[in-house]
């Protein structure tokens, strides 16, 4: 006897805005297309070719010759997740520099896994210096640093040429989040020394959420060969290599990976190695460079004061007394039909959060911004008198 019934689905309106929050961006047209193929099953040739295809694309965009490259099934966090419970186990510290949301979670996910954990912050319209971070390694002594390239709850982007040897000098591996920031702002993970690092596809790569790039040094591999303990069996790189055939002929099932992911990963990497990462570094900060200049027309302030500071991909911006954020927002998805964010984080009822990035970095995207939150001011401020 059935004791629940079969729910009504009535069919939902939804008109589609145009993507200007920290992410999802709006997807490459061949991305969509790429989702509707067929599915393919995780133990056939086919699929296995486009693994391989996948990981010739990850060593790419992280720019890595390392052969521990594969992509986990989840969002971001499964990233996150994966490196850090890879490569620490209860006897190991990690240091976490913080600035925004992102090292916050790091610290709640090493934390569940027993890490020991040090956190050093700075004021959220900062990024840190190399000093700094010397004596934080000097004086702790960390097994890793986690450090967020593009932090996408501020809006700033953080210099890390020369930081993974530092980390060296002290023993210490370099951990990256590269979110918000891979394909749009230079990244060179080996040139740089960078031990783990991970990403995700919903910002300047234009593809879904829900399938994470990851990376590993063969300094990283070598700690995970040698750890003590184990991370959880979904996200153990090692069993993960296999299934992703890193070092050759070991095609060993781990887990069903979704096939539209896999189709929509290989397709953002297409689009990609098309455009070059150079043109799209370029793309990305040409936008932004006019985009940040005709803001200036506006009468609010950026909350990140230090140009070199901003982050191309998601800019952060305080409006005048008087204004409310989530009223900003909701003007400007229902007069407007374009979808930008409040803060997150500590960023909650400080700043607007906007967001140019992947198929959506283009001036015209950027001069339709400036429109909107042109009439949206105005338009606020009428209703307000
Ligand atoms: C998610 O990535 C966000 O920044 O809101």
Same mark, same amino acid.
């Given at each position: 006897?059935?004791?629940?019934?079969?729910?009504?689905?009535?069919?939902?309106?939804?008109?589609?805005?145009?993507?200007?929050?920290?992410?999802?961006?709006?997807?490459?047209?061949?991305?969509?297309?790429?989702?509707?193929?067929?599915?393919?099953?995780?133990?056939?040739?086919?699929?296995?070719?486009?693994?391989?295809?996948?990981?010739?694309?990850?060593?790419?965009?992280?720019?890595?010759?390392?052969?521990?490259?594969?992509?986990?099934?989840?969002?971001?966090?499964?990233?996150?997740?994966?490196?850090?419970?890879?490569?620490?186990?209860?006897?190991?510290?990690?240091?976490?520099?913080?600035?925004?949301?992102?090292?916050?979670?790091?610290?709640?996910?090493?934390?569940?896994?027993?890490?020991?954990?040090?956190?050093?912050?700075?004021?959220?319209?900062?990024?840190?210096?190399?000093?700094?971070?010397?004596?934080?390694?000097?004086?702790?002594?960390?097994?890793?640093?986690?450090?967020?390239?593009?932090?996408?709850?501020?809006?700033?982007?953080? $210099?890390?040429?020369?930081?993974?040897?530092?980390?060296?000098?002290?023993?210490?591996?370099?951990?990256?989040?590269?979110?918000?920031?891979?394909?749009?702002?230079?990244?060179?993970?080996?040139?740089?020394?960078?031990?783990?690092?991970?990403?995700?596809?919903?910002?300047?790569?234009?593809?879904?959420?829900?399938?994470?790039?990851?990376?590993?040094?063969?300094?990283?591999?070598?700690?995970?060969?040698?750890?003590?303990?184990?991370?959880?069996?979904?996200?153990?790189?090692?069993?993960?290599?296999?299934?992703?055939?890193?070092?050759? $002929?070991?095609?060993?099932?781990?887990?069903?990976?979704?096939?539209?992911?896999?189709?929509?990963?290989?397709?953002?990497?297409?689009?990609?190695?098309?455009?070059?990462?150079?043109?799209?570094?370029?793309?990305?900060?040409?936008?932004? $460079?006019?985009?940040?200049?005709?803001?200036?027309?506006?009468?609010?302030?950026?909350?990140?004061?230090?140009?070199?500071?901003?982050?191309?991909?998601?800019?952060?911006?305080?409006?005048?007394?008087?204004?409310?954020?989530?009223?900003?927002?909701?003007?400007?998805?229902?007069?407007?039909?374009?979808?930008?964010?409040?803060?997150?984080?500590?960023?909650?009822?400080?700043?607007?959060?906007?967001?140019?990035?992947?198929?959506?970095?283009?001036?015209?995207?950027?001069?339709?911004?400036?429109?909107?939150?042109?009439?949206?001011?105005?338009?606020?401020?009428?209703?307000?008198?």
């Amino acid at each position: 006897m059935l004791s629940v019934s079969p729910p009504e689905f009535v069919d939902r309106e939804f008109t589609k805005p145009l993507l200007c929050g920290p992410g999802p961006a709006d997807l490459w047209p061949s991305v969509i297309e790429a989702m509707s193929k067929p599915s393919v099953t995780t133990m056939c040739e086919e699929f296995y070719h486009v693994l391989d295809d996948i990981r010739l694309g990850i060593q790419y965009l992280f720019q890595t010759r390392s052969k521990l490259v594969l992509a986990m099934s989840g969002s971001g966090h499964a990233g996150m997740e994966a490196i850090i419970s890879n490569l620490l186990g209860p006897d190991d510290t990690l240091l976490i520099a913080a600035r925004g949301i992102w090292d916050e979670r790091a610290l709640g996910v090493a934390k569940r896994y027993g890490n020991f954990t040090i956190v050093t912050e700075v004021p959220i319209s900062n990024t840190f210096d190399f000093e700094h971070l010397e004596s934080m390694l000097k004086k702790v002594k960390p097994t890793a640093l986690f450090i967020t390239h593009g932090d996408s709850s501020t809006g700033s982007v953080q $210099n890390l040429e020369g930081l993974g040897k530092i980390c060296h000098k002290h023993r210490a591996l370099l951990l990256v989040d590269t979110v918000v920031s891979i394909a749009a702002v230079p990244f060179l993970m080996d040139e740089w020394e960078v031990d783990a690092v991970y990403t995700s596809t919903q910002k300047a790569l234009s593809g879904p959420p829900g399938i994470s790039p990851v990376a590993f040094s063969a300094r990283a591999e070598h700690k995970i060969k040698n750890r003590k303990h184990e991370p959880p069996f979904y996200f153990d790189i090692p069993l993960l290599a296999l299934q992703w055939n890193c070092y050759g $002929n070991s095609r060993k099932y781990h887990h069903t990976i979704s096939s539209p992911m896999i189709w929509a990963l290989r397709a953002c990497l297409q689009e990609l190695a098309k455009e070059t990462l150079q043109k799209s570094w370029e793309r990305h900060t040409r936008v932004a $460079n006019h985009f940040h200049k005709r803001i200036q027309e506006l009468p609010v302030k950026f909350l990140i004061t230090k140009p070199e500071d901003r982050l191309s991909t998601v800019t952060t911006v305080v409006l005048p007394p008087g204004y409310d954020y989530l009223q900003f927002v909701k003007y400007m998805r229902e007069k407007h039909n374009i979808l930008i964010f409040a803060g997150l984080g500590p960023t909650v009822g400080k700043a607007l959060r906007i967001g140019i990035m992947g198929v959506n970095s283009t001036i015209e995207v950027a001069d339709a911004l400036i429109e909107g939150m042109t009439s949206t001011l105005k338009g606020l401020k009428k209703s307000s008198l």
